[in-house]
């Protein structure tokens, strides 16, 4: 039995992970779940699933869930519960699929505690991409990526001699508003942008799939993942979702994985890795599909996945100012303070002010976390 925590258990990837748990409850045992502030989501899983540790965002949250837990889970909360929940139990994989910068120090301990790690979370390796991977090597820690792109391309290079390979291509589905022109997103609301065509996602990342912003992290993690230069990083646009990304060798074949889009399918492989077993989704039928449509990626109609290649090639802390102007500005648009088309003009404020550090270690990277998001707060 595989024992798991599961960081960010009440958000879209923590609770499908837990439909993958309850597809195969002889495989699975929860060890820890950490929440945010869905308290009642969590108090209900914890119920459920008896994990032995169960964090919370703040105190104030900690004292509205601790009466409502079983007897023997024990009750943690902020970053040093996210780090009790990562490392302090006797799961072998930790499941990293909190939202945003937060997540890099609990997935470090949980590396450090010698966890192998379900990645679901971006900003981890955009921000400290050359420390979690060299931490990683260091423990003999594998790192499975969960997200749908990543999940494919790592299926895609099994078994093949990474000096054949000539590029990856990241499939984009084109998110909430990929038939907008520029001017049509000018009057664009939080309702809309939320609306997205084929996945169900939190806010936070359906909003950075309708900017762009989603797949330029995607880019710069998938440098990190893989070994490879941006130049051999492409992004198409895929408006169906079913081919999930791509790999090219030198001798001109394309090994591609498709499915239909649902992301317990590589929840489910990560955990599994590397048996396969039956899956919850719906199977594919490309006779009912019919057509599969692509695009290539126009920088200038998504000047957010431009600047992560910039930022990505430049190295450094720059990837963490990308990252950390985005999470303010997409907090603000979510909150109505700003428009739409302002969130690529706070990211690319916060870069024209920043100055780059070249190999940060972590106190480096916390510093330029919290002056890009002070700056973009101002802006």
Not at 331 to 342: D, G, P, V, W, Y
Request: aromatic share 6%; glycine share 8%; with cysteine.
């Amino acid at each position: 039995m595989k024992k798991i925590a599961i960081l960010g258990s009440t958000g879209s990837i923590g609770t499908q992970t837990l439909d993958v748990v309850d597809k195969h409850p002889e495989l699975f045992q929860v060890e820890g779940l950490a929440g945010g502030s869905n308290t009642d989501l969590l108090i209900e899983q914890t119920k459920r699933y008896r994990p032995k540790k169960v964090s919370v965002g703040s105190k104030d949250l900690a004292e509205k869930v601790a009466p409502y837990l079983p007897a023997g889970t024990q009750l943690f909360y902020g970053t040093e519960g996210l780090v009790e929940v990562a490392a302090g139990t006797d799961a072998d994989t930790v499941v990293t699929a909190v939202m945003g910068s937060v997540g890099l120090e609990s997935t470090l301990a949980a590396i450090d505690g010698g966890k192998q790690i379900g990645l679901a979370n971006k900003e981890t390796l955009v921000s400290a991409g050359h420390i979690v991977m060299a931490r990683a090597a260091a423990k003999g820690v594998s790192i499975l990526p969960i997200d749908s792109e990543h999940s494919a391309i790592y299926q895609c290079l099994n078994g093949e001699n990474r000096e054949r390979l000539t590029g990856i291509t990241i499939t984009a589905s084109g998110g909430s508003f990929r038939d907008l022109t520029r001017e049509q997103l000018k009057d664009v609301t939080v309702e809309d942008a939320l609306k997205h065509p084929n996945w169900s996602m939190g806010s936070k990342i359906t909003i950075d799939s309708a900017t762009m912003v989603n797949k330029g992290l995607e880019v710069i993690e998938a440098h990190w993942l893989f070994g490879l230069h941006y130049d051999q990083i492409g992004v198409l646009l895929h408006p169906e979702s079913i081919i999930h990304s791509y790999v090219e060798f030198n001798d001109t074949s394309i090994i591609a994985q498709l499915g239909n889009p649902d992301m317990r399918v590589p929840i489910q492989y990560a955990l599994t890795y590397p048996d396969r077993l039956p899956s919850p989704a719906q199977r594919l039928s490309l006779a009912q599909a019919g057509k599969l449509h692509f695009r290539e990626m126009d920088m200038e109609r998504y000047p957010c996945l431009r600047m992560a290649y910039e930022c990505g090639k430049m190295g450094g802390t720059a990837t963490t100012a990308f990252n950390a102007a985005n999470e303010v500005a997409v907090a603000r648009f979510l909150r109505k303070e700003i428009s739409f088309l302002k969130i690529e003009d706070i990211i690319a404020s916060v870069l024209e002010a920043h100055h780059n550090v070249d190999e940060p270690d972590l106190q480096e990277i916390a510093r330029c976390d919290q002056e890009s998001r002070k700056l973009a707060s101002s802006l």
